[in-house]
């Protein structure tokens, strides 16, 4: 309650007020979250309170592993994400047509981290700091609307594993060959687990990666684009 | 477009995928600050922590941590809660620690267990066979499921229950083979750390043993069932 205290007192919220109860009924009940993003971005504080009830948790689980279980450091990113989530709404530098919200926020999450991170191995103490009011996040915030661009990558990326299209795309065997590679699993091991040759599971993981390439280029990206797009957030 | 890039997208794209699930697991604090006993550690010794209420003459005896809040869920405003159900009669039999897990949406859980086994006397990872023989369940809003895990002659120490959720059950290792995988990746797993791993650490150990797009919700608990 006191980051979201926090949080409130951050973005213009009073500074008492509660997040709602997520079993409450509320006018947003029943619309999809793709609806609360208009309406936050409209300067509608309820359905900005629906977006963080719903993917805060999220968030925060991916911070915590990106910095190995420190709560406070986790906690100040998070925050830092929130406010500029906030703020990109608020200013129409978030376009719903090019990417979810919660990849948006994957985005700003991500780049926080990485400028964190950047920062405190150029600067010991800081790290030594983590946690007090001066985090090098504070110096230099990330730039919403800069992540853009990857945003809509990663969109078309997540499509392909996870949306309607993905299945016309690539097998399931496929898919999960490659997410289980991205995952870092090796190929002897993804096949003993499988019961397969390693040569089925690389014959998979090229298939895989072949079409996966088809589909982004079919879909406007090449090579060139995509590194610009990673550099965006590293 | 070079593999490695396409594969750092991919690992990227999961893990957006993730914040889009609503099913996640770790809150701040309670969990992490929980530590769950060496695995080896000698049972007598934590024997002699059981309550008086033993001795006094309960024929079973039954006790939950209320870690931070017994009824408080582990994970506030998400769509998967574990709740534990207050009011366990100390004679209840068999001995069981009773837990509930509720969802706004519909889905497929399995729950995995850290908890005492008396083969080895030391902890080690269990999968959750439901009423029905699977290890997979189906939960919706209506119908909630309640997870009934038998703690034996577990003396008080800090077990976890961890609950996976996947939109899909075919996410979710559903067969012999798989979870023999699952309990293997699980048990012979290493940790960073020499010191017993807490909550989160073997949250994320869960997690990372199971397939991408699975999330888990950790609810440590504290049990022992003793007969008189």
Known sequence: MVVIAALATSIGLSPDVDMPDPHASSPLEGEPPSEWVPRAAAGDRSAFERLHERFAPGLMRFILKRVDGNADLAEELAHLTWIAAWDALRQGKFDSQRGAFSTFLYGVGSKYWLRHRRDARTDARITAAIGQAQSPAHASPADPAGTMAFVELLQDVRDLLFGESGPQTLSPEEREVLLESARGTSERDLAARLRLAPSTINARKQSGYAKMRRALIGRGWNEESVEHCLSEIE | ?228
């Open chain 2, 1 to 228: 477009m070079k593999n490695d890039t396409l594969d750092k997208l991919i690992r990227m794209a999961a893990e957006a995928e993730a914040l889009e699930t609503e099913l996640t697991g770790v809150r701040r604090g309670a969990p992490s600050a929980l530590r769950i006993p060496p695995a080896t550690m000698s049972r007598r010794f934590w024997l002699a922590g059981i309550p008086t209420a033993v001795a006094a003459g309960w024929a079973l005896w039954i006790a939950v941590a209320p870690r931070p809040t017994a009824e408080s869920p582990i994970v506030a405003n998400s769509e998967v809660q574990v709740r534990r159900i207050a009011g366990l009669p100390p004679a209840t039999t068999p001995c069981v620690v009773t837990f509930d897990a509720s969802s706004q949406q519909q889905m497929s859980m399995m729950a995995i267990l850290r908890t005492w086994s008396d083969e080895c006397e030391c902890l080690s990872w269990q999968v959750h066979r439901f009423q029905d023989g699977s290890t997979v369940a189906r939960v919706d809003e209506i119908n909630n499921q309640q997870l009934d895990i038998p703690v034996g002659n577990a003396p008080p120490v800090a077990q976890l229950l961890v609950v996976a959720a996947a939109n899909r059950t075919e996410d979710l290792p559903d067969n012999a083979a798989e979870n023999k995988a699952l309990l293997d990746c699980l048990n012979e797993r290493p940790y960073a750390s020499d010191d017993e791993p807490d909550v989160f650490a073997l949250a994320t150990a869960v997690e990372s043993c199971l397939p991408m797009g699975v999330a888990v919700v950790p609810k440590p608990f504290v049990a022992a069932c003793r007969s008189r």
